[in-house]
C-alpha cells in the first residue's frame, strides 16, 4: 500500500511570523488615524487585503481566512470567540490586537493546510 | 487523509441548512438575553461549541470548519467586521447570520474549507 507523504509544513502554521506580518499592516493603515466612520470601510477593507496580500507573499501553501472587527473606543462591551475543526498539526490560528486612543481593533487569520 | 484523486468535493457545504442552525441557536440562546460581561463571555465560547457540534452532525466529509462568533453591548456605538478569504471558491464556502436585540448584537460565521 502506498504511503502518502505529505510535503513538509515546517511543523505547521508559523503564528509569530504571521502576527508580526499583520500587526505591521494594521499599524500602517490605523496608525496615527481617530476613528472616523466614513473611513472604517476603507480601513477595514485595506486592513484585511494587505494582510492577505503578505500572508501569500510568505510562499506558504496555505487557504487563508483573515476577518478584522474594527471598534469605535467607548464604554462597550464584546467578545469574540472561534472554534474550530481541523488538522492541528498542519493549520493554525493567530489573532492580533491592537488599539488607539479611539478604536480597538481585533484581526484573526486562520490557516489551513493545502496537500499537494 | 488520503489522496482522493477527485477534481472536486462530491458533496457540497449546504450553506442553507447551515444558516437555519446558526438563527436557530443564535435565537435559542441570545434571542431574550440581556448584555452582561460575565454572561456573554461564556455564551460566545458556548455557542460557537454549539454550532460547530451541529453542523459536524450534518457529516459533509472532508470538510474543515471554523466558527466564529462575536456578541457585543449595543450601546449606540459604531463597529464594523469584515472578512476576506483566500481558498478555491468552488469548494469552499462562508456561512454568516446576525442577531440583534435590545442590549446586544451578535454575529455568528462559519467558513467552511474543502480538504484538497
Given at each position: 500500500m502506498e504511503v502518502y507523504h505529505r510535503p513538509c509544513d515546517e511543523g505547521g502554521f508559523n503564528a509569530e511570523e504571521a502576527h508580526n506580518v499583520v500587526k505591521e499592516c494594521v499599524d500602517a493603515v490605523l496608525g496615527g488615524e481617530d476613528y472616523n466612520h466614513n473611513n472604517i470601510n476603507q480601513w477595514t477593507a485595506s486592513i484585511?487585503?494587505?494582510?492577505?496580500?503578505?500572508?501569500?507573499?510568505?510562499?506558504?501553501?496555505?487557504?487563508?481566512?483573515?476577518?478584522c472587527a474594527v471598534a469605535q473606543r467607548s464604554a462597550y462591551g464584546f467578545h469574540t470567540a472561534s472554534s474550530c475543526f481541523w488538522d492541528t498539526t498542519s493549520d493554525g490560528t493567530c489573532t492580533v490586537r491592537w488599539e488607539n486612543r479611539t478604536m480597538n481593533c481585533i484581526v484573526n487569520v486562520f490557516a489551513i493546510a493545502i496537500v499537494l | 487523509m488520503e489522496n482522493t484523486y477527485q477534481l472536486g468535493p462530491t458533496r457540497h457545504?449546504?450553506?442553507?441548512?447551515?444558516?437555519?442552525?446558526?438563527?436557530?441557536?443564535?435565537?435559542?440562546?441570545?434571542?431574550?438575553?440581556?448584555y452582561d460581561p460575565e454572561f456573554c463571555r461564556q455564551m460566545t465560547k458556548t455557542v460557537s461549541e454549539v454550532i460547530k457540534a451541529k453542523v459536524k452532525e450534518l457529516m459533509i466529509p472532508r470538510y474543515k470548519l471554523i466558527v466564529t462568533v462575536?456578541?457585543?453591548?449595543?450601546?449606540?456605538?459604531?463597529?464594523?467586521?469584515?472578512?476576506?478569504?483566500?481558498?478555491?471558491?468552488?469548494?469552499?464556502?462562508?456561512?454568516?447570520?446576525?442577531?440583534?436585540?435590545?442590549?446586544?448584537?451578535?454575529?455568528?460565521?462559519?467558513y467552511a474549507v474543502y480538504f484538497e
Open positions: 484585511v487585503e494587505q494582510s492577505l496580500a503578505h500572508l501569500v507573499k510568505m510562499g506558504k501553501a496555505y487557504k487563508y481566512i483573515v476577518t | 457545504f449546504p450553506v442553507a441548512a447551515v444558516n437555519h442552525i446558526l438563527k436557530d441557536v443564535l435565537t435559542a440562546y441570545l434571542q431574550e438575553a440581556e462575536y456578541i457585543g453591548q449595543q450601546d449606540g456605538q459604531s463597529i464594523l467586521i469584515s472578512s476576506r478569504c483566500l481558498w478555491n471558491p468552488k469548494s469552499d464556502t462562508v456561512s454568516s447570520y446576525a442577531l440583534r436585540n435590545s442590549t446586544l448584537f451578535a454575529l455568528a460565521n462559519v
